[in-house]
T-cell receptor, first 113, second 114 residues
Framework: ETGVTQTPRHLVMGMTNKKSLKCEQH?????MYWYKQSAKKPLELMFV???????ENNSVPSRFSPECPNSSHLFLHLHTLQPEDSALYLC????????????FGPGTRLTVL | AQSVSQHNHHVILSEAASLELGCNYS??????LFWYVQYPGQHLQLLLK??????LVKGIKGFEAEFIKSKFSFNLRKPSVQWSDTAEYFC????????????FGAGTQVVVTP
């Protein structure tokens, strides 16, 4: 148990669907992150939120839309995805959004048909 | 471009063998360094980290890593591996003036055979 939970753990969706990934952290942190993990590639940082404000958007396509309603919850809204978006999406949290350890959730395995 | 390079993508070794995984980074400024491990079906977990001080850091499960600033390296070692060390290992680097912008290596898959 990491203190960072993600739902759903697996998701299959068509290219015209709209779905959302949810992340919740129980560690009292105030920064949260979305990463994309594809096979044999480095983890790609997608979004960074610190104190509920987006401080980083790493050139992510607009079909991915993050939302951070409070410091404990982070969402990733998905719409009109492409098959190449199939990957493991990881959520992480840390204290203060600085250069310290990040705590990761188990991920959502996304398959886009 | 800034990057983190892990030298081996796949390593197979027998129990009790020694393990060393290479990690090099290309940032010019001050950095914090991390090794994470991902066991099959589990989340990423921190093995160890280096911020400053003694360049030889010890982590959990008998792992250690050495920071060599002149070589921009942070290699991970374990003197004697166990079957339970089978996992994927990721090196990560973050600039100390960064907004949580970790840069990860591509990972090294380690398989330990009984």
């Amino acid at each position: 148990e990491t203190g960072v939970t993600q739902t759903p753990r697996h998701l299959v969706m068509g290219m015209t669907n709209k779905k959302s990934l949810k992340c919740e952290q129980h560690l009292g942190h105030n920064a949260m992150y979305w990463y994309k993990q594809s096979a044999k590639k480095p983890l790609e940082l997608m979004f960074v939120y610190s104190l509920e404000e987006r401080v980083e958007n790493n050139s992510v396509p607009s079909r991915f839309s993050p939302e951070c309603p409070n410091s404990s919850h982070l969402f990733l809204h998905l719409h009109t995805l492409q098959p190449e978006d199939s990957a493991l999406y990881l959520c992480a949290s840390s204290q203060a959004g600085g250069p310290d350890e990040q705590f990761f959730g188990p991920g959502t395995r996304l398959t886009v048909l | 471009a800034q990057s983190v390079s892990q030298h081996n993508h796949h390593v197979i070794l027998s129990e009790a063998a020694s393990l060393e995984l290479g990690c090099n980074y290309s940032y010019g400024g001050t950095v914090n360094l991390f090794w994470y491990v991902q066991y099959p079906g589990q989340h990423l977990q921190l093995l160890l980290k280096y911020f400053s001080g003694d360049p030889l850091v010890k982590g959990i499960k008998g792992f250690e890593a050495e920071f060599i600033k002149s070589k921009f390296s942070f290699n991970l070692r374990k003197p004697s591996v166990q079957w339970s060390d089978t996992a994927e290992y990721f090196c990560a680097v973050i600039q100390t003036d960064s907004w949580g912008k970790f840069q990860f290596g591509a990972g090294t898959q380690v398989v330990v055979t009984p």
